[in-house]
């Protein structure tokens, strides 16, 4: 066994390696070499460490400091000093964004100390392309407890007394789900994972695959025994190369290892599992088209009930849950139900995953119990919105949740308030707004989205989402009429109470949740002709004000158009026939004289 | 995988390789990497205690490097650091001392107290 002094933990994951760190694992390689410490220092590709927007993102152990935005120029300089010298490289080091002190480990970050990881424990911690790392950190004991101490029936009764809910979206009681399956008369049983995950700024489950992908395993084969199934699939979408590489690896090792297949551990017991990739359509989210798809006819869905758990994948007894559920199972089972059900609120127990995105200062993935407030979440997690803007909302659980506005900044956040509120939990996407953006612009965005994956099926959904979006690209554009927003209410309960499935049921919710707390912005668009956050290009105009403008000309420079006219040192003024509205006048003069209303 | 007992066999194995990434609880060894650490010899002096600590299987006792602490004259300079002690230095560590220090200091707990630098012993 080769003995390293240091482990450096570069992440491998998306995020990561789109900022190049595949590169910086070579060039450190050979920088390694070069100085003869090759064989002290190992370098360990792991998953992702959550802090995204400050990759590529490097961890040097045994002293836990986080370097962040490492690019290949700075690695001499890490390996002269840190390595061989033992100074770290203070330029490379974190800083809280509203100060300048840097921190060293990566444990005393803000947006590291409010988080508790469980379905994220092992990402950025080991190499998920190595069994061994996950067996070392109690991996495959969760299985072997249960193949050993259960009987299915206890399995199943620890699952539901830890109180686990489905963390795709609909919150079902995990538990409750596999007791039907169990119940359910066949000698033929399926366990599927769901790892289709769809929503734009969503990437959790991708996370848990790419940095943890044992554990999605274990707890398919957890989940076999207790259903009694002995074959698996992963429905993941082709579009994310790196788990499903992952995944491959995984179960080749797994079954090498015979942690899959024949007879696990000589208990007799049979489990296996295969990869099915998706084509990346939004509905093979919803479990009846995924299982369709699975099947591999054309993804669409079907009426239930009856529900996977009585027939699902070939008519057969299926249970289907979504990569983070299942990433919980095994720490369920380790560490006991009642662990698992002291966090959380009273109904929704555990921790939640949720993807940060927008405008706001640490984007990136995060994992917080339930209960946690979205003001500990954007503020103390998230270090605030960019640019030091004021808060609006967040639209939560992507185009089939809604917006919460910034008078709920308080509330925990959990299944049942999130409902109340007009939003879901979703898979757990968190894009943040700021003042400058305009509602109806976003629901006009999420309702195009749904609209364009409607799978066609059902007639609400397929042509309901059309006259949504309708209504609001007219609204945008400041062709608006009075009747639209009743027009949309009444649309939008129609398509709730009939549309097939989820997608098109919750399709208008992120209307429902702007036009509940943001109702004056649609009014201003229609009535007024004005978009009050300044978006709808149509309804802006710019104006140059005179008392302001020192007539430098430089506006004029700049119009594309030739729309501003005026002479040298006296007031400009714009040609509203003329102005296509770009913004580049107003980005270049430096007296703040144009105005945007 | 026939039996638990493989599957713990096997944790165990790859516990202790990565170890280096938990805090283990147990000493560090931190060796002081200045130039004129280096100069006098810290490199050989950290191969040592690598090449000792490897020798005897205690891969959960971390090493680590820093920085000169000022006390040229008395390098290379090592510290041993236990979690709720006060940290050890030693000085003027010869790769002998080094195997010295790990076998009593480390493993046995007994600090080598004639090799101390420290002001107040």
Redesign the interface.
Known sequence: MEFYRSHVLICTGTGCTSSNSRALIDTLKKELVENGLEKEIQVIETGCFGFCNLGPIMVVYPEGVFYCRVSEADLREVVQEHFVKGRVVQRLLYHEPNSTVKTTEFDEIEFFKHQKRVALSNCGVIDPEKIEEYIARDGYFALAKVLHEMTPAQVIEEIKKSGLRGRGGGGFPTGMKWEFAAKAPGDQKYVVCNADEGDPGAFMDRSVLEGDPHAVLEAMAIAGYAIGANQGYIYVRAEYPIAVERLTKAIEQARKLGLLGKNIFGMGFDFDIGLRLGAGAFVCGEETALLTSVEGRRGEPRPRPPFPANKGLWEKPTIINNVETFANIPRIIRYGADWFASMGTEKSKGTKVFALAGKIKNTGLIEVPMGTTLRTIVYDIGGGILNDKEFKAVQIGGPSGGCIPAALLDTPIDYDNLIAAGAMMGSGGLIVMDNDTCMVDIARFFLEFTQDESCGKCPPCRIGTKRMLEILTRITEGKGKPEDIDNLEALAKTIKSSALCALGQTSPNPILSTLKYFRDEYEAHIHDKKCPAGVCQALLSYTIIEDKCRGCGLCARNCPVNAISGKVKEPYVIDREKCIKCGACMEKCKFGAIERK | ????DE?KK??A??????S??EKTGKP?I??????CG?ANGAREV?NAA?AE??ERNL?DI??????CPGLCHLEPLVTISEPGKKPCVYGKVSVENMKRIILQHVVNGQPVTEWLVNLEK
């Open positions: 995988m026939r039996s638990l599957l096997l944790k194995k790859t516990q202790k390789e990565i280096t990434r560090t931190i060796v002081h990497m200045g130039t280096i950290l690598l600590l490897k891969t971390h090493v680590t490097q820093t920085g």
